[in-house]
């Protein structure tokens, strides 16, 4: 499996980017899809999950202002992201394949998004 972010980019605080993370193969057996992010200098933070079924999860900082979704029909998972904060500024990375014992399974290569104020 193999999965490829995009979407990222430069946009003024309250704007809005919409990620996107294609995967090789289908996606309608991963038991769960996830995105992360890491700023600058700290370590990678959880944003947001969802599962086969389509149950979501979000982390605080986000929530209100961030979906994720997932289409099984294109094997792509989205986060739209709305009322960006300059704090949202990091390396957004997505993670697919939840393994109980060691975390996700597989990894994208991370797309940038800077939040100016």
């Known amino acids: 499996v193999q999965l490829v972010e995009s979407g990222g980019g430069l946009v003024q605080a309250g704007g809005s980017l919409r990620l996107s993370c294609a995967v090789s193969?289908?996606?309608?057996?991963?038991?769960?899809m996830g995105w992360y992010r890491q700023a600058a200098g700290k370590d990678r933070d959880w944003v947001a999950s969802i599962s086969s079924d389509g149950v979501v999860y979000y982390a605080d900082s986000v929530k209100g202002r961030f979906t994720i979704s997932r289409d099984n029909t294109k094997n792509t998972l989205y986060l739209q992201m709305n009322t960006l904060k300059p704090e949202d500024t990091a390396m957004y990375y997505c993670?697919?394949?939840?393994?109980?014992?060691?975390?996700?399974?597989?990894w994208g290569q991370g797309t940038q998004v800077t939040v100016s104020s």
């Open positions: 993670a697919a394949e939840w393994n109980l014992s060691t975390g996700y399974e597989y």
């Open positions: 193969g289908s996606i309608f057996s991963i038991n769960a």
